[in-house]
């Protein structure tokens, strides 16, 4: 029964940070018996807060994964969580998690609402369309405001929540839930941490605010089917729990709405209710359309339907390293199934994978399993080569799956081993790193040799400098955080590239005629490609070739050695020796071709802008707006929130290194912030060359 498809669920905790999702994953995993003692994140003793860092900082860094069993309406439910990081440097934990995820749960603090990394993950989620329920958390901290909450999930994220429970008393004195689906109230009992749950009567102070809030809930359920209406004007009672459900969960499943439901994880208030809407409302594999991807041989869409009896189809979303068994890849399997020692194909590289183990995991211990069937999430080991977002498929049956976008990093550093002996460890361990996290990148510098590490914020590279120091012993010497520009293209023109090599054998010979500039797009991220060659005049692997060798070239632009945020390349024209040409020299002649193009075009640098958020007493607002004003920023709104002000700004990454010691001088320690990545912006034609002699050293007249 725990592997029948339609009882599974594949769910992801998500969240602003310190709303709660740890927590409430702590009692999830205790009521559903997993463990037998409720762990804390400010104790350090979370369990899926494993990483000696999670626990120091009470943050969560990595998504970590757990299998729940859970009985709902007699029926054993197998649920599979993904618990997430808020903070936004580590949101390609996020990113990765929902590409691969059926539902979620958003957990809102009923004190801050929808905060600034609750839009972002919101977004996400709605980028992959994943259905979830939201969980109104710490209802009984001092500001509780329930409904007002609500409100903010409308209008700030443009969703249609549904409340499924009213809150008896907040603050202090919320004690428990009214379920408007059963119109019973609920209180927990603390004595035992939670787990008794007590049928209690409607508070009369609350019964008509639950009458209206029910009578709402079945006047939208009953707009779901024709049968519901007719039972609805005959006797709106006449509903029944389980028709409430099937169409709420009907609704949930189209994204057309969001119910809502309240507690308090660190007092052990509404969890189980919660893990019960999980059942109820979130979707199984079988509830998701077949998933599509693009047969390599044919290059023709193709679907898998979620079933063991389909060929085997998995996407790999995330590798790590572990100190005993090695690497380890997180599958989710679509469709087919995989068994110990089984032989597949990743479809990406073209290899052939043997898997020697298979295993469920739950943190960072891990269940050894004989075999794993579609629908679910696993870990594995004893692979070659497999990298975040390849496909995993039957040898027999490829298919490319859509693999993962990840954001660009904004911010770099350069890093040196302090002693000669680990100048290759360091090297060797930086790769690994750059295997599991996406989001870090490493190059080095040619002009000056020295390794650049790259990531999405100061904390992000600490939190990675942390690890070698701490997995691998390698201390290092570390630079200035710098920004991480983007090279663009101003103007288009139309350049020849002739490249021909002789060594008395067989030489080398490619000549493309291209036209290169701006995307049409200006968001578009990398190039964008336009093959403009008419009747074969060049073969269509030597085309490949050149596209190929143009996307290598974007990695390092020629103006300061940034990689280029995107451009528009038109093959125009090219000629082919029968003997001498190969992909290879048409390849070369790309990137000879982009160098010379890009040295006689007009070249800028776009800089990362960042979201910022200020919560902020009344007193300190003029200051505030005088220092982003002297930062380059702009000002976008304020309002009042709880006794306080929100200023909402955008402001460059460069003018906010040490932002955090201004704040706490200007407001004497009382306001806080929250950094997001917007968007890249060009930057200003007066500050070009200042950031350019910073970089190279000596002016660089553009």
Request: net charge negative.
């Amino acid at each position: 029964m725990q592997n029948e498809l339609k009882n599974i669920r594949n769910i992801g905790i998500m969240a602003h940070i310190d709303a709660g999702k740890t927590t409430t994953t702590e009692r999830i995993l205790f009521y559903s018996g997993i463990n037998y003692k409720i762990g804390e994140v400010h104790d350090g003793a979370a369990t899926m807060d494993y990483m000696i860092q999670e626990q120091e900082r009470g943050i969560t860094i990595t998504a970590a994964a757990t299998t729940v069993f859970w009985n709902f309406n007699g029926t054993q439910h197998k649920i599979n969580i993904i618990d997430t990081p808020g903070h936004v440097d580590f949101t390609v934990e996020v990113e990765r998690s929902l590409r691969v995820l059926d539902g979620a749960i958003a957990v809102f603090c009923a004190v801050g609402g929808v905060e600034p990394q609750s839009e972002t993950v919101w977004r996400q989620a709605d980028k992959y369309h994943v259905p979830r329920i939201s969980f109104i958390n710490k209802m009984d901290r001092s500001g509780a405001d329930f409904f007002n909450v609500i409100n903010q999930i409308r209008d700030k994220l443009g969703a249609n929540p549904i409340p499924l429970q009213i809150p008896i008393g907040e603050e202090d004195n919320f004690s428990g839930i009214v379920d408007l689906i059963t119109n019973k109230a609920y209180e927990w009992d603390n004595s035992n941490l939670g787990a008794t749950i007590t049928e209690i009567e409607i508070p009369k102070g609350i019964k008509d605010l639950v009458d209206e809030y029910r009578t709402r809930l079945i006047e939208g359920v009953a707009e779901e089917s024709d049968e519901l209406l007719e039972k609805f004007l005959k006797n709106p009672d006449s509903i029944t729990p389980d028709e409430m459900r099937q169409a709420i969960r009907k609704a949930t499943l189209e994204l057309r709405i969001t119910p809502v439901l309240c507690g308090a994880a660190f007092k052990n208030k509404g969890v189980q209710k919660l893990i019960d809407a999980v059942a109820a409302y979130l979707p199984s594999p079988l509830d998701l359309p077949p998933v599509e991807g693009i047969n390599p041989y044919t290059e023709k869409k193709e679907t898998r339907t979620a079933s063991p009896d389909d060929s085997f189809a998995a996407l790999a979303f995330k590798i790590k390293t572990d100190p005993y068994v090695g690497k380890i890849a997180f599958l989710r399997i679509y469709s087919g199934s995989i068994k110990s020692g089984e032989q597949v194909l990743n479809v990406n590289t073209g290899k052939k994978e043997r898997i020697t183990r298979l295993m469920q995991m739950h943190a960072n211990k891990y269940q050894p399993l004989e075999k794993i069937e579609a629908g679910n999430i696993c870990a594995l080991v004893g692979f070659k080569e497999i990298r975040t977002g390849d496909s995993l498929t039957a040898i027999d049956h490829p298919l490319l799956l859509e693999t993962i976008s990840f954001p660009e990093p904004v911010i770099n550093m350069a890093v040196e081993s302090k002693t000669q002996d680990d100048v290759e460890k360091l090297q060797t361990y930086l790769v690994k790193l750059t295997e599991e996290d996406p989001t870090f990148k490493v190059r080095i510098d040619e002009e000056t040799g020295q390794t650049i590490i790259s990531g999405m914020g100061e904390l992000h590279l600490e939190i990675r400098l942390d690890e070698l120091r701490r997995e691998y012993n390698i201390e290092c010497n570390q630079g200035k955080p710098q920004v991480s520009y983007k090279e663009a293209f101003r103007n288009s023109l139309t350049h020849q590239e002739i490249y021909k090599k002789q060594t008395g054998g067989k030489g080398r010979f490619a000549d493309i005629t291209f036209e290169i500039g701006p995307a049409d797009d200006k968001e578009l991220r990398g190039l964008q490609f336009v093959d403009e060659i008419k009747g074969g005049v060049l073969p269509k692997e030597y085309i490949a070739a050149v596209k190929r060798g143009f996307e290598m070239s974007m990695m390092n632009g020629v103006l300061a050695g940034f990689s280029v945020f995107n451009m528009k390349v038109v093959l125009k024209n090219g000629t082919y020796h029968q003997v001498d040409s190969d992909p290879l020299a048409f390849e070369i002649a790309a990137k000879l071709g982009f160098r010379n193009a890009a040295r006689n075009s007009k070249l800028t640098l776009l800089e990362p802008i960042m979201r910022l958020e200020v919560i902020t007493p009344d007193e300190y607002i003029g200051d505030l707006s005088s220092d982003l004003n002297r930062r380059r920023g702009h000002i976008e709104d304020v309002n009042s929130k709880y006794n306080a002000q929100v200023l909402r700004a955008k402001v460059p990454l460069a003018e906010m290194f040490g932002y955090v010691t201004q704040l706490r001088s200007i407001t004497s320690g009382r306001a806080t912030y929250n950094l997001e990545f917007s968007h890249y912006s060009e930057l200003p034609n007066e500050l070009l060359e200042q950031v350019l002699y910073k970089i190279k050293g000596y002016i660089v007249k553009v």
